[in-house]
């Protein structure tokens, strides 16, 4: 069973910087996309960053471009959010999610991507607080 775990939230002032951290165990990293998602109090979740599979291809949110980048480290089996320039705004709960994509092992011609919809996702961390405030 593949699990998630994040880590890495907290406290910072607007303009500050932090970095999430998701913890894969269970499968190998390759065989998923990983998709950051976060959700505010009264808000639906909205989809942040991913990866795909292959760790070729990113996207990210238009509210985030510039000011997030997502990564991996398939070594440790960890998968990052890098945020910089925090807003009030971004403040919410962040979660990392799994969705199996092993396709490009036995079809190298496909497209590797990831998706933002959250409910194309099969696999859920915990959760972790992040609060952008003075």
């Known amino acids: 069973q593949l699990q998630l775990v994040e880590s890495g939230g907290g406290l910072v002032q607007p303009g500050g910087s932090l970095k999430l951290s998701c913890a894969v165990s269970?499968?190998?990293?390759?065989?998923?996309?990983i998709g950051w998602f976060r959700q505010a109090p009264g808000k639906e979740r909205m989809g942040v960053s991913c990866?795909?599979?292959?760790?070729?291809?990113?996207t990210h949110a238009d509210s985030v471009k510039g000011r997030f980048t997502i990564s991996r480290d398939s070594a440790k089996t960890t998968v990052y959010l890098q945020m910089n320039s925090l807003k009030p705004e971004d403040t919410a709960t962040y979660f990392c999610?799994?969705?199996?994509?092993?396709?490009?092992?036995?079809?190298?011609?496909?497209?590797?991507?990831?998706?933002?919809?959250?409910?194309?996702?099969?696999?859920w961390g915990q959760g972790t607080q992040v609060t952008v405030s003075s």
């Open positions: 269970g499968s190998a990293l390759d065989n998923y996309a």
């Open positions: 999610a799994a969705i199996v994509d092993f396709t490009y092992k036995v079809i190298p011609t496909v497209q590797n991507i990831c998706i933002l919809s959250s409910s194309e996702y099969d696999y």
């Open positions: 990866i795909s599979s292959n760790g070729t291809y990113t």
